[in-house]
């Protein structure tokens, strides 16, 4: 089974990402075959500092590698370094319907928090998207909930294509973790956590002590004092317990017990308390790894010259059924 996935070059990497896309690549690698992309063409549909782009592409390798992708058994490269990405994008459009694009949930909330510069790339992403994931006869693709939609999209572009010129992509399937598929903000749980917003709302992957103890002490709840899991009425104290739960392999049900009556606060320190200790190992090898810029070039060059044999391959299939 060969594995695709990735993260935008767009902020810094949070526990959202980590629990939603990360630590199921970490598992996958084990015993499949697993492409892992930084997906830096897909970062220019929101406005970014152009300057900062290279930090945040060296930030995103540090994050696989520290969370546990793993080099020797995964292929790790920058999107923008294989041609073949645009290229497939622009076929692929062609069998795109413009209804499609239009209806999907990201797309119309970007549309409407970056309302000053709708871009047609912001209404395409799923095409290069789907390009992606194409390009490399994917079987499964591991993401969060908010990308199951694009991943549902893919599917069907793919159907489409093979169905007009002959059977060409293997048809993908997501793979959306059991629990935290949507990390929610911590200071508006209504709202997926998000690193394009402010910092106070996520946890970084590489936050300090006393970052995590902060954002999580100030993190919003109702003002009720049992915690419990009502994602209707009580969700930003649900989205702790499921951040706790996950972290410390502890049921919700159980965590729970073990706080009843002891309080939000009381709750809200362990969480934090365990949050520094579960993300120390990850800080401790960014540091390392930062470095050691020689061998993080080499692990993307390496990653780029094994994803283009495999895309060139589909991309040659691709021209000959097209007419090209
Ligand atoms: N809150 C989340 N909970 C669980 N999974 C999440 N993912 C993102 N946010 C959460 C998953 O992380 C992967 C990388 O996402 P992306 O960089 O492609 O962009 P995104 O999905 O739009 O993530 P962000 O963090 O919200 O970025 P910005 O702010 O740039 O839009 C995906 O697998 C995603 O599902």
């Not at 990360?22 to 970062?43: G, R």
């Not at 912001?122 to 079987?139: F, K």
């Not at 997501?174 to 402010?198: C, E, F, Q, R």
């Amino acid at each position: 089974m060969r594995v695709f996935s990735g993260i935008q070059p767009t902020g810094e990497t949070h526990i959202g990402n980590y629990l939603g896309a990360i630590k199921q690549w970490v598992k996958l690698q084990e015993k499949h075959e697993c492409i892992f992309c930084i997906v830096d063409l897909h970062s220019l549909t929101v406005p970014y500092p152009v300057g900062e782009l290279q930090k945040r592409i060296k930030e995103k390798t540090i994050a696989y590698i520290a969370a546990g992708v793993d080099p020797k058994k995964s292929i790790i490269f920058v999107q923008s370094q294989v041609k073949e990405h645009t290229e497939l994008t622009w076929l692929l459009s062609t069998v795109t319907p413009l209804g499609d694009l239009q209806r999907m949930t990201q797309y119309k909330e970007k549309a409407e928090k970056y309302k000053k510069n709708i871009n047609a790339g912001l209404l395409n992403y799923p095409i290069l998207m789907a390009a992606d994931i194409l390009l490399y006869q994917t079987d499964i693709v591991p993401v969060g909930k908010d990308q199951a939609q694009h991943v549902e999209l893919t599917r069907e572009i793919a159907r489409r294509f093979n169905k007009k010129f002959g059977e060409t992509f293997k048809i993908p399937k997501a793979l959306l973790p059991k629990a935290g598929a949507k990390i929610m903000s911590l200071v508006k749980p209504n709202k997926k956590m998000s690193k394009t917003d402010n910092p106070q709302s996520y946890i970084g992957l590489f936050d300090a002590p006393e970052a995590i103890k902060r954002k999580i002490m100030a993190a919003q709840t109702d003002s009720e004092k049992e915690i419990k899991y009502d994602i209707s009425q009580k969700p930003g104290i649900s989205n702790l317990l499921t951040i706790y739960s996950l972290f410390s392999d502890i049921s919700v049900k159980k965590i729970e017990k073990q706080f009843k009556d002891k309080g939000y606060q009381f709750f809200k320190e362990k969480l934090a308390q365990l949050l520094i200790e579960k993300l120390e190992p990850f800080r401790r090898k960014k540091k390392e790894l930062e470095l050691r810029s020689g061998y993080l070039e080499k692990i993307l060059t390496e990653g780029r010259k094994r994803a283009q044999i495999i895309a060139q391959e589909t991309m040659k299939k691709v021209k000959q059924k097209m007419g090209l």
